[in-house]
């Protein structure tokens, strides 16, 4: 049975910083894809990063380029997202997911997903 636990989220003032931590079990997690979305009140489920098994390939959105940096450490089984610059449009929950073993932006490509954690930017 796979799980994703994500934490890290929080309050924090624009201009700052957090990093997102989601640890996974369940399966061999070196193996697979990761990646990071968001869904804002009222908004669709959004791409917000991925990275390679490997940890060789990182994918962004446009949105957060240049600001957001995923991670992974396979030996801990846990994926990061570090946060700079926040911006209050970047309020929403943070969901990480997991996948097949092609790093892919889809949605519909990744089968199993985290709790969510929530990111509150004030301006």
């Known amino acids: 049975q796979v799980q994703l636990v994500e934490s890290g989220g929080g309050l924090v003032q624009a201009g700052g910083s957090l990093r997102l931590s989601c640890a996974a079990s369940?399966?061999?997690?070196?193996?697979?894809?990761m990646g990071w979305f968001r869904q804002a009140p009222g908004k669709e489920r959004e791409f917000v990063a991925a990275i390679r098994w490997s940890g060789g390939s990182l994918y962004y959105a446009d949105s957060v380029k240049g600001r957001f940096t995923i991670s992974r450490d396979n030996a801990k089984n846990t994926v990061y997202l570090q946060m700079k610059s926040l911006k209050p449009e970047d309020t929403a929950v943070y969901y990480c997911a997991t996948g097949g073993v092609v790093t892919t932006t889809e949605i519909r490509e990744y089968d199993y997903w985290g709790q969510g954690t929530q990111v509150t930017v004030s301006s």
């Open positions: 369940g399966r061999t997690f070196r193996n697979y894809a």
